[in-house]
């Protein structure tokens, strides 16, 4: 492949990325990550890294992605900066931690892994099941030890967290607005701090792609960049017009289906 087929390659995939986002209303690591590792099969990237390469370039996306997201939620006065505070503390620490865990593992373990964590979220999303709400907010310390789980399981998925984020803030009895655009503000310190740590594990490794920065592969993170934002837009306004309860059905098997790949391949 071209370095221009590349690259298109990858703008296409963050314009699906972005819909699906904005469709579902989910975070578009979910979607990302199954599909960078696909694209770096077909490119020939080494199998040793393929996955370690896609969390940290899709932890690298959020970072861009998330400030477009914190804006139009602030602006709504929507974010719970006083929740947002502590948990950041444990989401930075999480998120180091998250990523050095990774490095640890084979890139079939965190296939693995990753196909796992597609399935709950696919079969969750079918099912319908949220959380309901069981309890207070906890204080500075108990918030902030949610965000250390929550940003090392992210660093290790590749997402921002929200798919974690949201119903731990909704089982607090945080409204579900509220919990939407404080997990929107959670994602960018969990990209930072997981995307540095991916640069970190990966810096110098012999199988790296050209264009990589340590677990960063720039093309794929320049083209998803330059087209999610926009299309996210695109799947808001479609999810009004469509029917969002059989779309989230065709898109939670599509989901169980790429997670079972990973489990099976």
Not at 87 to 113: N, P, R
Not at 149 to 177: E, K
Request: hydrophobic fraction near 55%; aromatic fraction near 10%; charged fraction near 10%.
């Amino acid at each position: 492949m071209t370095l221009f087929t590349v690259f298109a390659t990858y703008l296409l995939l963050g314009a699906l990325a972005g819909t699906l986002a904005g469709l579902f209303g989910i975070g578009g690591g979910l979607i990302i990550v199954p599909v960078l590792i696909f694209s770096f099969e077909l490119q020939g990237v080494s199998p040793e890294i393929s996955a370690h390469l896609a969390v940290g370039t899709s932890l690298a996306t959020i970072v861009f992605t998330s400030l477009s997201s914190i804006r139009s939620h602030h602006q709504r006065g929507a974010v719970r900066w006083d929740l947002f505070r502590p948990m950041t503390v444990g989401i930075v620490v999480g998120a180091v931690l998250g990523a050095w865990t990774a490095a640890f593992m084979t890139s079939d373990q965190l296939q693995l892994v990753i196909g796992t964590f597609v399935i709950l979220v696919g079969l969750k999303m079918l099912l319908e099941f949220s959380p309901k709400p069981g309890r207070d907010v906890p204080g500075p310390v108990g918030l902030g030890a949610a965000g250390a789980g929550i940003g090392w399981a992210s660093a290790i998925f590749g997402i921002g967290g929200g798919t974690l984020t949201v119903p731990y803030l909704s089982w607090c009895n945080v409204r579900m607005q509220n919990a939407v655009a404080t997990s929107a503000a959670c994602g960018l310190p969990i990209a930072v701090a997981g995307a540095l740590g991916n640069v970190w594990t990966g810096w110098g490794h012999a199988d790296l792609p050209a264009f990589s920065v340590g677990f960063v592969y720039l093309p794929a993170l320049l083209g998803v960049v330059l087209t999610s934002v926009f299309f996210a837009q695109v799947g808001a306004h479609l999810a009004h017009r469509l029917n969002a309860k059989v779309l989230k059905r065709i898109f939670s098997i599509m989901l169980l289906m790429v997670g079972l790949r990973f489990l099976l391949s």
